[in-house]
């Protein structure tokens, strides 16, 4: 993923390349270092996960999703679902409180 900002928004976009981006469990775990930096960084008021001039992912490989077993496949799973809550976090951190 490339990684830059704008007026304090820490923006993560999908890399070009060839074909559509997926969703890969390397490409989820550099995510997660993203968004762990980026929390921990504590100089962003957000985090918008942007597509590439081409598209956004559309969804997980299934190349790589039919070779695995049933735990490796719940791993993958709460990986792929562990982006909204690292999101919310990082924008409750800095976020201004309305009512």
Known sequence: MDFHSRDSIAVLTFAQGAGYPRL?????????ELLRAIRREGLFRGVAIASNEESFAIGADLE?????????ARRFARLKAGATG??????DRRMPQTL
Not at 64 to 72: F, M, P, V
Not at 86 to 91: M, R
């Open 24 to 32: 890969t469990r390397a490409l989820l775990a550099e995510r997660d």
């Open 64 to 72: 790589e999703i039919a070779t695995l077993d049933g735990i490796a």
């Open 86 to 91: 690292a999101v919310a976090a990082v924008c």
